[in-house]
């Protein structure tokens, strides 16, 4: 049965089967010794979508990225940003996706149209989506920012072809060593009448935390040099992550993506077997911030004549890539900020 944790002793209860976007749920199975996070993701996932004409193959990817995002920067239990971005060779070369504490998201894809649709009509008809040919080669590297006053702390793990939940599950194995599963999924609904379409996305994580010392065993990464044909050492996975992995491994989808199933549903038909207890609901917002204040700071930091070389009209358009919004300056005033020297460091780095 699922409980919630609202009281000192909670009571056993059965899963609230109102589905509400825009929250991420955090959960614990006792029995399995997980614990993981749902994100479903509805109007903010429009509203991050709606500041630039992507094609819907790009909205899929930076659906799947919010979606990650979203998971993994709202365990932050800190004040500060979550930031996942790629640097790649495929037709999306570029997505950055920027979660501040507790629940604010903003999101930028950029891409090749034309290799885009290269590769869309060399396709078989009816292919599926492929968030790996989209982003090719590159890597992909999770950044937490607290601000000046502590270091940024930064995970790189290499894209080889692969999509985001693979890249995922490679960063938990090199960098934390917490065995960790993720799903992702995204979809759109088709409204009638013509109507413009929304979009939805989904996320499931759970990671394998035994309160026993011993029992998550450190994988052998591969040594890179290692003669071909050679034996590796294989790690033998505790039945209880195991167990956990082939539940997790039924998730669908339509699932992950379903308007009328709740989270808590989701999970009782996952885990009741076990037992799985629910946490309070945390919001997710889509909302930027950049303002006019952060933009002219940023301004402020370049040189004199990186200023100079753009300014158009006796003025300095900036657009910011996240919200599409344009903030107009006066070159003078730039100036006058520059010499001034009341630049904010940290909300340049922001802006």
């Known amino acids: 049965m699922t409980t ?48 630039h004409d992507y094609p819907a193959a790009v909205k899929r990817l930076l659906g799947e990225a919010v979606a ?9 239990k800190i004040q ?31 891409f090749d149209l034309e290799r885009l649709q290269a590769m869309q009509a ?13 982003l ?9 920012d607290q601000g000046l006053s502590v270091n940024r702390y930064q995970g790189v793990v290499a894209l080889e072809g692969g999509g ?20 992702l999924a995204v979809a759109e609904e088709m409204r009638p009448g013509g109507a413009p379409s929304s979009w939805r996305a989904g996320g499931l994580m759970v990671q394998f935390l035994p309160t026993e010392g011993g029992r998550v065993r450190p994988v052998d990464l591969h040594p890179g040099d290692a003669p071909e044909g050679t034996d590796l050492p294989e790690t033998e996975e505790d039945d209880s992550w195991v167990e956990a992995l082939s539940l997790v491994g039924t998730v669908e989808d339509v699932e992950l993506v379903d308007a009328d199933l709740s989270s808590e549903r989701l999970l009782f ?28 700071n940023v301004l402020a930091s370049f040189t004199p004549e990186e200023r100079t070389s753009l300014v158009e009209n ?30 904010d460091s940290d909300a340049a780095a922001q802006g």
């Open 4 to 51: 919630h944790s609202a009281s000192p002793s909670p009571a056993p209860r059965g899963p609230d089967p109102r589905a509400v976007d825009d929250r991420v749920t955090p959960f614990h199975i006792d029995g399995l010794d997980v614990r993981g996070r749902v994100v479903r993701l509805g109007t903010s996932l429009d509203a991050v979508l709606a500041h």
């Open 68 to 76: 990650l995002t979203v998971l993994l920067g709202s365990t932050l």
């Open 80 to 110: 500060g940003r979550f930031i996942l971005q790629t640097r790649t060779d495929g037709p999306v070369d570029l997505l950055v996706v920027d979660f501040t504490a507790p629940h604010d998201v903003r999101a930028y894809a950029r």
């Open 122 to 134: 060399g396709l078989p008809a009816g292919a599926g989506f492929d968030s790996g040919a989209l």
């Open 136 to 144: 090719g080669h590159g890597h992909l590297a999770m950044t937490i």
């Open 164 to 183: 985001l939940e693979a890249a995922a599950h490679q960063y938990f194995t090199q960098s934390e060593q917490i065995p960790t599963r993720v799903r």
């Open 269 to 296: 038909r996952l885990f009741h077997e076990r037992g799985v207890r629910v946490f309070e609901t945390e919001n997710v917002v889509a909302k930027c911030s950049c303002s006019r204040d952060r933009v002219m």
């Open 314 to 343: 006796d003025k300095i358009a900036v657009t910011c890539e996240f919200c599409g919004r344009t903030y107009d300056f006066k070159a003078e005033e730039i100036v006058d900020v520059a010499e001034d020297g009341s630049g």
